[in-house]
């Protein structure tokens, strides 16, 4: 069975360029994650879905930052205008509805110049 | 104040040796309680769960929870080169927030 995939697995752009992120989770998972993880720290939460519903969108700076996941299944992470500070991996990982096990990808590293 | 606090390390000890890595938090409304190992590059993967206060064996990795303390342990023992990685501490509430410790980063030399 294929695990959480995320692509692109890179990604190079300059500031105020737009960006986005792509995640498909493990099949049945209903819970999907996006998180952000700076260099020496742990991830942080971006949002979390229960299916297509964004449950916790808290952290996620929605001045430009934007998130989907249309039929509960893919989602798409954006970021637009990217700034330097943004640059960093973003997780996505997803869960059962009743499981305890988190699976992640691998992450997209961004890096804005 | 961070809702959990994690040594960031690095921790660097001899092959075979008993590593201890610890965290603390300060939300009692944590319930569950993870350890992630995370290898360069690579996601985090789920070494430990438990879910009361107590330890929790799996083959050399023992997990102590104290909830009254507020401080959870995991312990690798006889360690091995392949265990050198980033281990990462997380708690999470019923409400299905998972929050992440600052990671510790492994080394253990052959």
């Known amino acids: 069975e294929a695990g959480v995939v995320q692509s692109p697995r890179y990604k190079i752009i300059e500031k105020k360029q737009p960006v986005a992120f792509w995640c498909n989770p493990i099949?049945?998972?209903?819970?999907l994650y996006w998180y952000r993880q700076n260099l020496g720290q742990g991830p942080e939460l971006l949002i979390r879905y229960e299916n297509e519903e964004a449950v916790d969108d808290s952290q996620l700076p929605k001045d430009r930052f934007s998130a989907e996941r249309l039929k509960g299944v893919d989602s798409t992470l954006k970021i637009q205008p990217a700034e330097l500070g943004d640059s960093a991996v973003y997780l996505c990982a997803s869960r059962s509805g009743d499981g305890e096990k988190l699976f992640f990808g691998s992450g997209t590293q961004l890096s804005v110049l | 104040q961070k809702e959990v606090e994690q040594d960031p390390g690095p921790l660097s000890v001899p092959e075979g040796a008993i590593v201890s890595l610890n965290c603390t938090y300060s939300?009692?409304?944590?319930?569950?309680f993870m350890w992630y190992r995370q290898y360069s590059r690579k996601g985090p993967e789920l070494l430990m769960y438990?879910?009361?206060?107590g330890n929790k064996e799996d083959g050399r990795f023992t997990a102590q929870v104290d909830k009254s303390s507020k401080y959870i342990s995991l312990f690798i023992r006889d360690s091995q080169p392949s265990d050198s990685a980033t281990y990462l501490c997380?708690?999470?509430?019923?409400?299905?927030?998972?929050?992440f410790g600052q990671g510790t980063e492994l080394s253990v030399k052959p």
């Open positions: 939300n009692s409304a944590f319930q569950y």
């Open positions: 099949s049945g998972h209903n819970t």
């Open positions: 438990t879910y009361s206060s």
């Open positions: 997380a708690m999470e509430n019923q409400g299905g927030k998972l929050i």
